[in-house]
């Protein structure tokens, strides 16, 4: 099983959510940024991903549940959301198409990447 983690990060009553590239693995699907989990815990992972993928400092605010999902028999995920704030405001995007600032209403109108969408259930319903 790999672990993910993903950052929900909230900023002026919204949430950004990144769009995968074409030569990523579910190209142009929506998710919440982050990456897999190497030699490090889930915090060090994520705040090192979103560094590498957006150019930003994150605050990991805290965990949320985790959701494990099957993509294959070979590629079993277990993803790992944190709320997060930003701490640095100038987004670059390294690896996605783009990035949308949506209100927490709204996430459901995109076309998820089908780990998270698990986890944006849960936060609609948690913090909405």
């Not at 705040?47 to 070979?74: A, D, F, T, W």
Request: proline share 5%.
């Amino acid at each position: 099983m790999i672990k993910v983690s993903c950052a929900i990060i909230e900023h002026n009553g919204k949430v950004l959510c990144a769009q995968r590239s074409s030569k990523m693995d579910l190209p142009n699907k929506w998710e919440f940024p982050g990456g897999k989990v190497k030699e490090e815990t889930f915090e060090e992972c994520l705040i090192r991903e979103i560094r590498e993928e957006l150019g930003v400092e994150i605050k990991i605010l805290e965990q949320l549940p985790s959701n494990q999902h099957n993509y294959s028999m070979s590629n079993v995920i277990e993803l790992i959301p944190f709320r997060c704030s930003l701490q640095t405001f100038k987004i670059v995007l390294f690896e996605h198409t783009k990035v949308e600032w949506l209100p927490i209403e709204k996430l459901k109108s995109l076309d998820w990447a089908e780990a998270d969408i698990p986890i944006v259930n849960y936060y609609i319903k948690t913090y909405k």
